[in-house]
């Protein structure tokens, strides 16, 4: 399946239907009178977020939804069936705008909501509706009331508790496809991730949503490389998960890169929680990693965890950070990030680590 968070789509509720002009004429009966019944009421279009989708690309091959037109009045006094509805079913998360691209509409944020982009047409009346006692014949009757038609913008933001960024080659994937069952592509090439992935992560219990998207570069903001507006689908994260490869020249100059194309960003992404980890730490001998170590506390200001992905050191205690923080996020309660991390299995030999350090 592929994955697309942006389209443009063309909405149009159906038209009321027309009232009807009618008169009864029985035999034996020599007032017989208008008996024309109104038209039903047009279809409206209506979106719904539902479960189990993240993506919109159903929308690519069919862009056009159009409610259906009520069905006009009829002699006898017959009201007209109102025009069938239709409904856009769109992944949680998704944001609908005008056709400007900027004004919300409306943001589906919890699964069952619904919303009313179109109403349909009001039916007309039929001349029975218009008889009174000075014009008990009426020969008219009114048309329906034409339905609402607009253009809209449906835009994806997927819904997870935690975002990883970094630059590519970073380890992001590889350390989804190691905490989660999601296995997106991992490859030894800038750009291997080329569309958001999400992965379900259960650490003592506690089950949290991940969020993978493509690495930026230098220039992400400005659109060089994948651009950065895959960066819209950890708006709605609690906290970010930040990785510096460890294979980097200057782990200090990679971790600035992508906090520069954050702040350009924008969209308060700076202010959420951020937790930094020095990646693929499995490359690197002890004097190495005590340097690039040294050199990334230095541009973050704090001490990074210490992951491989490979042997599985530190990751257990990265989920339990990702988790305390969620957690007090929910609960409403405000939780340091811990100035602290990589206790990885040897705890001893972090410990004369940080002392050398």
Known sequence: MKFLDETKVYIRSGDGGAGAVSFRRE?????????????????????????GLNTLIDFRFQQHFKGKTGTHGMGRNR?????????????????????????????????????????????G???????TATNQAPNWANPGQDGEEKTIWLRLKLIADAGLVGLPNAGKSTFLAAVTRARPKIANYPFTTLHPNLGVATIDQREFILADIPGLIEGAHEGVGIGDRFLGHVERTRVLLHLVSAQEEDVG?????VKTELEAYGNELTDKPEIVALSQIDVL??????????ALKKACGRTPLLLSAVTGKGMTDALR????????ASTGE?????????????????RDAEDDI
């Open 79 to 123: 009201t007209g069936a109102n025009g069938d509805h239709v409904t856009l079913k769109v992944p949680v998360g998704t944001q609908i705008l005008e056709d400007d691209g900027e004004s919300l509409i409306i943001d589906l944020t919890v699964e069952g909501q619904r919303f009313r982009l179109a109403a349909g047409g009001n039916g």
């Open 321 to 328: 950070v990702l988790r305390d923080i969620i957690v007090g």
């Open 27 to 51: 035999k034996f009966i020599e007032f017989g009178g208008p008996d024309g019944g109104d038209g039903g009421r047009g279809g409206d279009v209506w979106v719904e977020a539902v479960n």
């Open 125 to 131: 009346f039929g001349n029975a509706h218009f008889k």
């Open 285 to 294: 001998d002890e004097d190495e990693l005590k340097a690039k170590m040294k």
């Open 253 to 257: 100059k990679a971790y600035t890169t």
């Open 334 to 350: 405000d939780r340091e990030i811990p100035e602290r991390s990589g206790k990885i299995r040897n705890r001893d030999r972090d």
